[in-house]
């Protein structure tokens, strides 16, 4: 039997699954379903440093294998997370990413101020860099070299020794120019990708399908754009760890971004249908990898066979 | 209260009506704990252009006999996911969420009950009215759609109710127009002590607002789009105000709350139906009128419960 555990840079997995932030909220719900600990680990919905309200609704509709959403990060802040949340997920034995948000470089030092001396226990944090800016005509922070280096720059130096993986959006021209940025930042590995920019239309009443106009593609129908994107940061940046997410609907899904160059997963939208996708995924990768005879999910890190 | 995921198996399709389906479905672990005005999530088919679960109300459970442990849903066809559902059959198996969500509030007395539907909506109030009947409540229906096709169980309601009023818009069954013409009379009528809605949203905040103006306690179940069914998305969100707290304004205890879990039931005084126009201050006070058997048969005061305790 295969084992799962994982190296994700500084991190030990024990299995390469995570669930991708904002769909899995902070475990309690999921956990009727699955236990916390047989996760590789939980990506929290993100959080910021006063609790954020969200959009009207409606806030999704569902598209051609997948959906779009514009939620506007709805979350009760970091202060509960620390006193609610995150004690009861270590309790469940759960590896807990905090997963973090801001609409000014100074809202996410403050998020990362609070984890610092609040977050004992949290495994590391993940940084939702695909806000929008208020000091940059609300660009995404995601979508601006400067603006990339600056917000993980900080929250390096705030977090210290928590190793941080910035969450990259995939809408931008030159993915690499961002990683480089977040890198040079201090990033200890990152995640890629969040949600495509997308938006739909209904042709009855010609409004748009989300209050929030425009939202973000989520679901198997963006995973092409996932693999690619982990294949283009692992060939440039071999050493990177690297969190994989984008359409994963079972195993097949999670060992393409794998073999593409993710030394770990998350399963988002998959979470919907099947709260206890990610252990059916992690059981999927188990046995593929005896199908294979891999004894070692690092085996198949970056494995891709490319000719010439 | 807790959800499972479970599978069961459809015993029975059938046409309902003129215009809807209903299917039956075996599955003992929901039978046995849903409450009236919960949910089910139900997966329809593998197929990954569509993936999303959709949440239906149960119609009516079975508890005994040949058919004990069963569920009913009745539904419309609309896309892609009750298509495939109105293609079972006996034997087929389904993957279901449930039961979800937070269902009606029975009144802790003896109350006299007014159950308000429109079209498919009222489906959820057909499993209301046998609890509300089993514990001795008076159960009185208006019943609501655009033409008599589109009424859902106007014969099933004559039997269940007191009295039972149906409108249709084109006149084709019962009065012409809609729930809300004949709502305050019946209320009168009635002597209604606490009212159940379901229907589209725009019914429900009209029903609402009448319910505050005769100060009658109203209970009404929404229908928001829902990505997750379970409380991990927000998504599913309600607009709902709750008494400001000082030095804050009415738009600042705005709260979404989530319908699928904190929900689909709402205190429908409490919603925040048409956005900012709508908040011009209500009088916390007329939410829980006094003589209403709202702390016994209506929503407790919300309040804090009411803030999104997930994410
Ligand atoms: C708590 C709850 C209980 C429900 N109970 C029932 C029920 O008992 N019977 C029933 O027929 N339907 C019920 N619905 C609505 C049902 O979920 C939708 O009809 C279904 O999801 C449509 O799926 P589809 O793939 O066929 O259509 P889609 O292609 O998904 O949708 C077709 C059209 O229906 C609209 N629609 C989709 N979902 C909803 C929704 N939740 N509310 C309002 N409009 C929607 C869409 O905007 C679209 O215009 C309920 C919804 C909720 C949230
Ligand atoms: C409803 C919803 C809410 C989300 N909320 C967040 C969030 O708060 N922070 C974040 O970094 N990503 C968020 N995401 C993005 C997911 O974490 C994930 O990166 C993305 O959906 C792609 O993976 P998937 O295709 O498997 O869903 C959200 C996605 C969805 C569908
Ligand atoms: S539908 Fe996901 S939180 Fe309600």
């Known amino acids: ?308 | 209260m807790t959800m499972l995921l479970a599978s069961g198996e459809v015993l029975s399709h059938k046409k309902y009506g003129e215009h809807y389906h209903s299917l039956t479905i075996v599955t003992p672990d929901i039978g046995e704990r849903v409450r009236p005005g919960q949910f089910v999530s139900i997966r329809c088919g593998e197929n990954r252009a569509s993936i999303l679960r959709r949440p239906f109300s149960v119609y009516r459970v079975h508890k005994r006999g040949g058919w004990a442990s069963t569920i009913e849903i009745v539904f419309d066809i609309r896309g892609p996911g009750t298509t495939h559902l109105s293609q079972l059959r006996g034997h087929s198996i389904v993957d279901l969420i449930g039961p979800s969500g937070r269902g009606f509030v029975l009144p802790k007395r003896r109350a006299h009950c007014l159950l308000v539907g429109g079209g498919i909506g009222a489906a959820p109030l057909f499993f209301l009215a046998d609890e509300l009947r089993n514990e001795g409540h008076r159960v009185d229906v208006i019943l609501g759609a655009r033409n008599s096709g589109l009424l859902l169980g106007a014969i099933e309601a004559r039997r269940l109710a007191s009295v039972c009023r149906t409108t249709t818009e084109d006149g084709s069954m019962g009065d012409t127009g809609r729930v809300t013409d004949v709502l305050s009379d019946t209320i009168r009528r009635c002597e209604t002590e606490v009212v159940y809605a379901c229907g589209p949203h725009p019914m429900l905040a009209a029903v609402s607002r009448i319910c505050l103006e005769q100060k009658v306690p109203i209970q009404v179940a929404v229908e928001e789009l829902m990505a997750c069914g379970y409380g991990v998305c927000m998504t599913c969100v309600m607009p709902l105000r709750r008494p400001p707290k000082r030095d804050e304004s009415p738009e600042d205890a705005v709260v979404y709350a989530r319908s699928c879990t904190e929900g689909p039931v709402f205190n429908g005084a409490q919603i925040v139906w048409n956005g900012a126009a709508d908040l011009v201050a209500v009088d916390q006070g007329e939410l829980t009128p006094a003589g209403a058997p709202t702390r016994h048969g209506g929503i407790e005061d919300p309040s804090d419960e009411h803030a999104p305790p997930g994410n």
């Not at chain 1, 999921?30 to 009207?56: A, C, H, Q, R, Y």
């Not at chain 1, 092409?224 to 994989?244: D, L, Q, Y």
């Not at chain 1, 990610?278 to 891999?294: K, L, P």
């Not at chain 1, 070692?296 to 490319?306: M, R, S, T």
């Open chain 1, 1 to 308: 039997m295969a084992i799962l555990t994982s190296r994700l840079g500084p991190l030990d997995l024990q299995n390469p699954v995570l669930a991708a932030s904002g769909t899995f909220g902070a475990g309690r719900e999921g956990s009727v379903f699955v236990n916390l600990d047989e996760l590789g680990g939980i990506i929290v919905k993100s959080m910021t440093v006063t609790p954020w309200k969200g959009k009207p609704t409606p806030r999704m509709c569902e598209t051609p294998s997948g959906m779009l959403n514009a939620i506007g990060i709805q979350n009760k802040g970091v202060d509960r997370f620390i006193s609610e949340d995150l004690p009861w997920l270590l309790k469940q034995g759960a590896t807990v990413f905090a997963s973090i948000a801001g609409n000014t470089v100074d809202e996410f030092v403050r998020v990362a101020d609070k984890l610092r001396t609040g977050g004992r226990g949290i495994a590391a944090v993940e940084v939702n860099i695909s806000c929008p800016n208020l000091e940059d005509r609300n660009n995404m922070f995601s979508h601006s070299p400067a603006a990339t280096a600056a917000v993980v720059g900080k929250v390096k130096a705030a977090l210290k020794r928590v190793p941080i993986f910035p969450k990259l959006s995939p809408n931008v021209t030159s993915l690499s120019k961002i990683a480089e940025a977040a890198l040079n930042g201090g990033a200890d590995g990152l995640s890629l990708v969040n949600t495509v920019f997308g938006m739909a239309i209904d042709v009855e009443t010609r409004r748009p399908k989300l209050a929030g106009v425009v939202g973000g593609l989520s679901g198997p129908a963006i995973h092409p754009i996932a693999v690619r994107a982990v294949h283009e940061i692992h060939s440039n940046f071999p050493h990177v760890p690297i969190i994989g997410q984008g359409g994963i609907a079972g195993a097949e899904d999670a060992l393409q971004l794998i073999l593409a160059g993710a030394s770990a997963v998350a399963v988002g939208t998959m979470n919907f249908v099947d709260p206890s996708a990610c252990r059916t995924v992690a059981e999927g990768i188990a046995s593929y990898m005896d199908r294979h005879h891999v004894t070692d999910v690092a085996e198949l890190v970056g494995a891709l066979k490319i000719e010439g």
